[in-house]
C-alpha cells in the first residue's frame, strides 16, 4: 500500500470544490449576462474606486487598532504566571465560541442614540456638564451607523486573533536567550527592541492577517452596526447576488479583484517575514 | 477506527432518521413560502398545516429587489412569493412565474373586483392579491415640533442625524422623484441622476438605511423620522402612541402586493393550496388584523374591528388615493440605471 | 519571571472589560421583563420561554448540530487520511497540496461562500436540464450543499493539526512493527494512530467549531429551506428584534463557559498525574 494515494479522495475534493469554484469566479467575472466574452465588468469596477477605498481605509484602521491594542496585551500575558495566563487565554477565546453576530449584535444595545452608553452619561449628567460648558445641546454621542462604530464592531470581533498568534510566539521565547541579553548588559528596552520584537514577528504577521482579511471582507457587521451608511466591499459583492442590484458578473469580478489584492498584500508582508508557515491556528 | 466508522454510521443514520421522523408527521408534502418581514399573522401558518397537513417552510426577504436576486441566482427554490406590482409585471415579463390554476382557488372570489386584472396583471392569471396600502412618513411628535405635510421633512437639517430612509433603490429614489415633482415611474435619465444626486444631499442627515429595523428605531425613539408602508406605521404607533403618520401632499406610491407561484415550483399545488386558504375572509380578517395592512377584500374588511376598519391609515381618503400613484416596471436600461445610481448613492 | 506592573495589570483588565461588557449586557437584559434592550423593567423568564416555543430557532439549531457534526465526522477522516497521504508525497506535490489546502483558511469567507454558491448552482442548474428533466428529480441547494461547503472548510483545519504530529512521529516505529508482522493497517491502527491521536482529535474539535460560528458560507450555499442558527440570527438582526436573541446568547455562552470549564480542569488534571507520574520516574532512576 502506498500511503500517499491516501490523499487522493481529498486531491479530488480540493479539485471540485476549491479549484473548480474558483475558476467559475473567473469566468463569470469574464461574461455578460449574455453569455459574451466581456472586459465590461472590469471596466464598471472603476465607478466602485471608492468602495474599495473605504474597506481598505477601514480595515486598516481595524487591523492597526487590533495591534495597538493586542500586542502590548499579548506581551503583558505571556509575562504572568501559568495561572493567569491560563485564565486570560481562556477569558480570550471564550468571546470567540459565541457567534460573531451575537457579539456584535450586542453593541447595538449600547451604541445607540437611547442606548445604555448615552443612557448612563445622561444619567451621570455629562450631557449637561457639556452643554454648560460649551452651550451645545447635546442630549446623546451619536454612536452607531457610523464607520467608527463599524471600525469599532471588526476590532471587538477580531482583537482575539491578533493577540493568540503574538502571544503564542512571546511565550515561546526561550527566557534564557533573554537572560543572555541582560547578562551581556543590555536593559529592558534593548532586549525587547533587538530580541523580543524580531522574534515575535511572524506572530504579527499573521495576527495582521487574520484581522485584515475577515475585516476587509465583512458584510455583516457593516450592516449591523453601519445602518447601511458605510457600504464595503462585503455588502457590495452581497448585494450583487441576494441584494438589490442583481449582477453575479460583477459580484465575480468585484470578488477576484479583491481576492488578488489582498493575496498581493500578503505576498508582500510575506516576503518581509520569512517562515511563518507553522502560524497559530486553533 | 472501526468504531470511529460505525459511530460515524450510527450518527448519520440517527440523524436521517430524527430528520424522517420530522417529516412524516406531515404526510402531505410541503410549501415554500417567500413572504416581506413582518407580513404575516404566523399563528395562519400553523392553522393552515393543521388545517391541510402541508408543511410551511416560511421564509422571509426585506424588499422586492432582494427577493428577485434570490430567485434569479437559483440558489432557492419557492411555491409561494408575495412580489409587489411592478415586480409582478416584471416576473411576468421575463417568463419567472407560473399561471394560477383558478380552479384550486375558489376563495380568489372574495377578492373585490377592484383588485383584479389591475396593470400588473391584466388578464389576472399570475397573481392573487395579499394586502395593499400607501406609503407615508411615520414621525415622533414629540421630536418633530411641526406637522409635516411634505417629503422635505426628510430634508430637515434640524433632524440631522434623526433621519431614516428606505434601504430598496424603487421606494428610495421614488421619493426623491416625488420631491423633485418628477413621476414615480419616470424613464429620464437625467430626472433619475438628480434624484439620486438629492438623496446623496441627504445622506449627511440619515441617521440610516433601514427596512423592517425601522420597527424598533421608532418605537423606541432612536430617531424622529422615516417614510414606510401605512399598515407597519400603525403598527408602530400602537406600540408608541407618540408616533403618527402623514401622506404626503405630493403624493406618494399606492402599491398592491400579491401571491404568485415562480416558474418551475415544486409544490405548485400546495402553493395554491395555501394561496387559496390566505383568501377565506376570516383568515384576511385575522391577518389584517395582526399586521394592519389593507385587506382587498370587503367580506374581510367587514370582519375587521371598528377602530382598523374606520383608520384613515389603513383606507385613507380619497384625495389621498388620487394623489397615489402606482410603480411601474422599468425597462431594463433604466433597472440598470438604477441598480448603478443606488450602489453610487451607498458609497457616497 | 518578571511581573508586570500597574499599567500593564490595568491594560488587561480593561481588554477585559472591554472583551465582556456586551456580554453582559446581552445577558442581563435577557431577563428582563420589557421588550427593551436598554431600559430595565423587572426580572423576567419570558425570552426564555418564548425561545423554546420559537419552533424556527430550534429548528435552525438542529440544523447547525447536525451540518457540524456530519462535516466534523467526514473532514476528520478526509483529513486525516490526506494529512497522511501528503506526509508520504515527495516534496514538490507536496507543497503544491499545501498550497491549495490553503486556500479556504486564507480566502475571504465571502469569496469561498460565492464560489461555492456558482458551483452548486451550476452543477445543480445542469443536472436538472439534463439527467433531472429525464428522471424527474429536481434538485437545489438545501442541506446536502450546505454540508458539502462545511466539509470543504473543515478539512484544511484537520489537516494543519494532524500533520505536525505526523511530523513528530518516529517513521521506525512503523517500520518495526511491520518488521514484526503486522499488516499496514494494524500498523497504523496500533502505532501510528495513537501517535497523532491528539492532533486528528484536536482538528475534529476545530472543524466543528468552524462549522458551527460560520455565518458567511452558510448563507450562500444553504439555499431557501435550510437555515442555520447564525443565519437565523442574522436575519433576526434584519427585523424588530425580540430580547429572544439575548437569550440565545445566554444559553449559548453558559454552555461554552461550562465546555471550556470542563476541558481545562480536565487537562490541568491530567498535567498534574503526568508530572506526578514523571517525578515518580525519576524518583526510580
Known amino acids: ?282 | 477506527m472501526k468504531k470511529v466508522f460505525l459511530f460515524a454510521l450510527s450518527l448519520t443514520l440517527l440523524l436521517s432518521l430524527t430528520a424522517c421522523g420530522g417529516g412524516s408527521s406531515t404526510t402531505n408534502g410541503e410549501v415554500n413560502v417567500y413572504n416581506w418581514g413582518e407580513y404575516i399573522d404566523e399563528d395562519l401558518l400553523e392553522e393552515f398545516e393543521e388545517e391541510t397537513g402541508i408543511k410551511v417552510n416560511y421564509t422571509t426577504y426585506s424588499d422586492n429587489e432582494s427577493m428577485y436576486s434570490t430567485l434569479k441566482n437559483g440558489s432557492a427554490e419557492y411555491d409561494v412569493i408575495i412580489p409587489s406590482d411592478y415586480m409582478i409585471s416584471r416576473l411576468i415579463e421575463e417568463d419567472m412565474l407560473e399561471t394560477i390554476d383558478f380552479d384550486n382557488v375558489p376563495n380568489f372570489a372574495n377578492i373585490d373586483d377592484d383588485y383584479k386584472n389591475l396593470d400588473y396583471d391584466p388578464t389576472n392569471e399570475y397573481s392573487v392579491p395579499y394586502m395593499w396600502g400607501v406609503v407615508g412618513i411615520v414621525y415622533n411628535t414629540t421630536m418633530v415640533d411641526y406637522t409635516p405635510t411634505s417629503w422635505d421633512v426628510l430634508w430637515d437639517e434640524d433632524l440631522s442625524g434623526q433621519i431614516l430612509m428606505f434601504d430598496n433603490s424603487r421606494d428610495a429614489i421614488g421619493i426623491a422623484l416625488k420631491s423633485l415633482g418628477y413621476s414615480y415611474n419616470t424613464t429620464d435619465e437625467a430626472e433619475i441622476i438628480e434624484a439620486v444626486d438629492k438623496l446623496i444631499e441627504q445622506k449627511p442627515l440619515v441617521q440610516a438605511y433601514v427596512m423592517d429595523q425601522i420597527f424598533d428605531k421608532m418605537e423606541a425613539g432612536e430617531a424622529a423620522v422615516g417614510p414606510y408602508y401605512a399598515g407597519d406605521a400603525i403598527t408602530m404607533i400602537s406600540e408608541n402612541p407618540d408616533l403618527a403618520f402623514v401622506f404626503p401632499e405630493e403624493g406618494s406610491n399606492y402599491y398592491v402586493d400579491a401571491m404568485c407561484i415562480p416558474k418551475g415550483a415544486a409544490n405548485k399545488e400546495n402553493a395554491e393550496a395555501f394561496i387559496n386558504f390566505m383568501c377565506e375572509p376570516e383568515v384576511m380578517a385575522a391577518n389584517a388584523e395582526e399586521i394592519y395592512y389593507s385587506t382587498p377584500s370587503s367580506a374581510a374588511k367587514e370582519l375587521l374591528e371598528d377602530e382598523l376598519k374606520d383608520s384613515d391609515i389603513a383606507y385613507p381618503a380619497q384625495e389621498v388615493m388620487d394623489k397615489a400613484e402606482v410603480y411601474v416596471n422599468l425597462p431594463q436600461t433604466v433597472l440598470d440605471l438604477y441598480d448603478e445610481e443606488w450602489i453610487r448613492l451607498k458609497a457616497a | ?285
Open chain 3, 1 to 285: 519571571m518578571r511581573k508586570n506592573g500597574f499599567f500593564a495589570r490595568l491594560g488587561l483588565i480593561l481588554t477585559m472589560i472591554f472583551l465582556y461588557a456586551p456580554i453582559v449586557v446581552l445577558i442581563v437584559f435577557s431577563f428582563n421583563s420589557s421588550k427593551s434592550r436598554t431600559v430595565w423593567t423587572g426580572f423576567s423568564l419570558q425570552w426564555y420561554v418564548e425561545l423554546f416555543d420559537d419552533s424556527r430557532i430550534l429548528s435552525a439549531l438542529a440544523t447547525t448540530l447536525e451540518v457540524s457534526v456530519l462535516a466534523m465526522v467526514f473532514s476528520t477522516v478526509l483529513g486525516t487520511m490526506a494529512a497522511i497521504g501528503f506526509y508520504n508525497m515527495r516534496k514538490r506535490p507536496r507543497t503544491v497540496c499545501m498550497a491549495i489546502n490553503n486556500i479556504p483558511m486564507t480566502n475571504a469567507d465571502i469569496i469561498t461562500g460565492v464560489s461555492l454558491m456558482l458551483l452548486f448552482v451550476f452543477a445543480i442548474g445542469a443536472f436538472n436540464s439534463t439527467l433531472g428533466q429525464l428522471t424527474g428529480v429536481t434538485l437545489k441547494l438545501g442541506f446536502a450543499t450546505l454540508l458539502l461547503a462545511h466539509i470543504t472548510f473543515d478539512i484544511p483545519y484537520v489537516i494543519l493539526s494532524v500533520l505536525p504530529k505526523l511530523n513528530q512521529c518516529d517513521p521506525n516505529i512503523e517500520e518495526a512493527a511491520l518488521d514484526l508482522g503486522a499488516t499496514p493497517w494494524q500498523a497504523f491502527l496500533k502505532v501510528v494512530l495513537p501517535e497523532i491521536q491528539p492532533g486528528v482529535l484536536n482538528g475534529a474539535i476545530m472543524a466543528f467549531t468552524m462549522s458551527v460560528d460560520d455565518f458567511v458560507i452558510s448563507y450562500f450555499t444553504a439555499g431557501s429551506s435550510t437555515s442555520t442558527l447564525a443565519m437565523e440570527v442574522y436575519s433576526m438582526t434584519r427585523k424588530r428584534i425580540s430580547p429572544e436573541i439575548n437569550a440565545l446568547s445566554t444559553l449559548m455562552f453558559v454552555v461554552v463557559l461550562s465546555l471550556l470549564a470542563i476541558v481545562n480542569i480536565r487537562s490541568a488534571r491530567q498535567e498534574k498525574a503526568a508530572a506526578a507520574r514523571a517525578a515518580k520516574l525519576q524518583g526510580k532512576g
Open chain 1, 1 to 282: 500500500m502506498k500511503k500517499k494515494y491516501l490523499a487522493i479522495p481529498y486531491v479530488v475534493w480540493m479539485a471540485i470544490f476549491v479549484i473548480v469554484p474558483l475558476c467559475l469566479v473567473v469566468g463569470y467575472s469574464l461574461v455578460n449576462p449574455e453569455g459574451q466574452l466581456t472586459l465590461e465588468n472590469f471596466k464598471a469596477l472603476t465607478q466602485y474606486w471608492t468602495v474599495f477605498a473605504t474597506s481598505f481605509r477601514l480595515a486598516i484602521i481595524a487591523t492597526a487598532v487590533c495591534l495597538l491594542i493586542g500586542y502590548p496585551i499579548a506581551y503583558w500575558i505571556s509575562r504572568e504566571g501559568p495561572g493567569v495566563k491560563r485564565i486570560a487565554m481562556i477569558a480570550m477565546m471564550l468571546p470567540m465560541w459565541m457567534n460573531f453576530l451575537l457579539r456584535t449584535y450586542a453593541w447595538m444595545s449600547l451604541l445607540e442614540n437611547t442606548g445604555i452608553i448615552n443612557t448612563l452619561l445622561a444619567n451621570l449628567g455629562v450631557f449637561k456638564l457639556i452643554n454648560a460648558v460649551f452651550g451645545t445641546e447635546l442630549t446623546y454621542f451619536p454612536m452607531i451607523n457610523t464607520p467608527g462604530a463599524v471600525v469599532l464592531g471588526m476590532v471587538y470581533n477580531y482583537l482575539p486573533f491578533m493577540i493568540l498568534p503574538i502571544y503564542t510566539v512571546i511565550d515561546k521565547i526561550d527566557t534564557r536567550v533573554i537572560e543572555a541579553a541582560e547578562d551581556l548588559g543590555a536593559n529592558g528596552v534593548q532586549v525587547f527592541r533587538k530580541i523580543i520584537f524580531p522574534l515575535s514577528l511572524p506572530g504579527v504577521l499573521s495576527g495582521i492577517t487574520m484581522v485584515f482579511i475577515p475585516s476587509v471582507s465583512t458584510f455583516a457587521i457593516s450592516k449591523l452596526l453601519g445602518g447601511g451608511m458605510t457600504l464595503l466591499l462585503g455588502d457590495l459583492i452581497e448585494m450583487q447576488f441576494y441584494g438589490n442590484a442583481y449582477n453575479p458578473y460583477l459580484g465575480s469580478a468585484i470578488s477576484l479583484v479583491m481576492m488578488v489584492i489582498v493575496l498581493i498584500c500578503m505576498a508582500v508582508m510575506n516576503h518581509f517575514g520569512e517562515g511563518e508557515e507553522g502560524a497559530v491556528y486553533f
